[in-house]
């Protein structure tokens, strides 16, 4: 495994825990880690990883 691939990883699973701790009141917030979650999981499955 790449060391890309583990950096994605976890800034995958970092993004997935602040998405957690927003309030959905907070439509601004999920917005912009949702987008940010996307951008990650688009480049891992560029590089061939599935989740």
Same mark, same amino acid.
């Given at each position: 495994?790449?060391?890309?691939?583990? @950096?994605?990883?976890?800034? $995958?699973?970092?993004?997935? $825990? *602040?998405?957690?701790?927003?309030?959905?009141?907070?439509? *601004?917030?999920? /917005?912009? @880690?949702? +987008?940010?979650? /996307?951008?990650?999981? +688009?480049?891992? $499955?560029?590089?061939?990883?599935? @989740?």
């Amino acid at each position: 495994m790449s060391l890309e691939v583990v @950096f994605l990883l976890a800034e $995958r699973s970092e993004v997935q $825990r *602040i998405l957690d701790g927003i309030s959905w009141n907070d439509i *601004i917030g999920k /917005m912009t @880690f949702t +987008s940010r979650l /996307m951008k990650v999981e +688009s480049q891992l $499955r560029d590089l061939g990883v599935s @989740f």
